[in-house]
């Protein structure tokens, strides 16, 4: 007796989407007057910006980090991949 095996198993599935909001979000929260966050999404100069103003104010500019990482967490899957991933949006 034959058995077949449902079409799904041999397709190839759609592209995985790398989303990294999880660990942008942490390092946000932990280490967001490092600007981490920005390197990891690939925002360089946002993150070197993020470095500058935390040495400037002495820290103190860690609160945007901590904001974002927060900001990050709370999002969809989905709609973190499409403001930050593919949009590219760099503050916020």
């Given at each position: 007796?034959?058995?077949?095996?449902?079409?799904?198993?041999?397709?190839?599935?759609?592209?995985?989407?790398?989303n990294?909001?999880?660990?942008?979000?942490i390092?946000?929260?932990?280490?967001?007057?490092?600007g981490?966050?920005?390197?990891?999404?690939?925002?360089?100069?946002?993150?070197?910006?993020?470095?500058?103003?935390?040495?400037?104010?002495?820290?103190?500019?860690?609160?945007?980090?901590?904001?974002?990482?927060?900001?990050?967490?709370?999002?969809?899957?989905?709609?973190?991949?499409?403001?930050?991933?593919?949009?590219?949006?760099?503050?916020?």
């Amino acid at each position: 007796m034959e058995t077949t095996k449902p079409e799904s198993w041999n397709t190839p599935s759609a592209p995985r989407q790398e989303n990294k909001k999880v660990l942008a979000g942490i390092m946000a929260i932990i280490f967001g007057y490092l600007g981490i966050h920005k390197f990891i999404l690939g925002y360089t100069q946002e993150g070197i910006i993020q470095l500058v103003i935390s040495i400037v104010t002495c820290g103190l500019g860690g609160i945007i980090g901590f904001v974002e990482g927060i900001i990050y967490l709370t999002k969809t899957d989905e709609e973190f991949y499409q403001t930050y991933q593919v949009g590219k949006k760099g503050w916020f």
